[in-house]
């Protein structure tokens, strides 16, 4: 147990629906980011929080929005689906607002299948 | 365009010999480089980090190597053990703000490896 929480751990839905993932990290951490994976694809980031804040955007389309709440978890909201949002979604978190030689710890992920 | 490249999408490697994974950067801002070992049905783990400062990082079985003027690092395993088997992903980050990443960790495709008995 790396200690970051994601839930649920897979979720089934259909095209054009909304679907929300959700993310407690591990204690004392104050950011979360986001990463996505695609068949064949390395991790894309894609969204991270510091202490509430927004604080860098990657690669996230206007479909995807995040927000972390005081109690520091994270939900990451995608709507409109589309069968390429299929993907595992990663949840991490570290304790400062960069990556650094300590990296993030990483959650066991939410497989997202849109049918 | 990708920032981290690792080109080679598989490895196999027979246990007990050395398994050597590979990873092209572009980016000269990045001054940290991370590895991360993932199995199925679980999130990355951190193994080893390096600065870019030093060339080499060692810790037990895994040595990371780092060529700065030819922006390319790669990951030693001796020896390899069937256990070793997962995707291993290579990632970098620059602690000044770059572009939109802001000192997150940029991640390569991936390599995976297979360790044979």
């Known amino acids: ?115 | 365009d990708q920032q981290v490249k690792q080109n080679s999408p598989s490895l196999s490697v027979q246990e007990g010999r050395i398994s050597i994974l590979n990873c092209d950067y572009t980016n000269s801002m990045f001054d940290y480089f991370l590895w991360y070992k993932k199995y199925p049905a679980e999130g990355p783990t951190f193994l080893i980090s390096i600065s870019s400062i030093k060339d080499k990082n060692e810790d037990g079985r895994f040595t990371v190597f780092l060529n700065k003027s030819a922006k390319h690092l790669s990951l030693h395993i001796v020896p390899s053990q069937p256990g070793d088997s997962a995707v291993y992903f290579c990632a970098a980050s620059a602690r000044l703000n770059y572009g939109g990443s802001q000192g997150n960790l940029i991640f390569g495709k991936g390599t995976k490896l297979s360790v044979k008995p």
């Open chain 1, 1 to 115: 147990d790396s200690g970051v929480t994601q839930t649920p751990k897979h979720l089934i839905t259909a095209t054009g629906q909304r679907v929300t993932l959700r993310c407690s990290p591990r204690s004392g951490d104050l950011s979360v980011y986001w990463y996505q994976q695609s068949l064949d694809q390395g991790l894309q980031f894609l969204i991270q929080y510091y202490n509430g804040e927004e604080r860098a955007k990657g690669n996230i389309l206007e479909r995807f929005s995040a927000q972390q709440f005081p109690d520091l978890h994270s939900e990451l909201n995608l709507s409109s689906l589309e069968l390429g949002d299929s993907a595992l979604y990663f949840c991490a978190s570290s304790i400062s607002r960069t990556g650094s030689a300590y990296g993030y710890t990483f959650g066991s992920g939410t497989r997202l299948t849109v049918v």
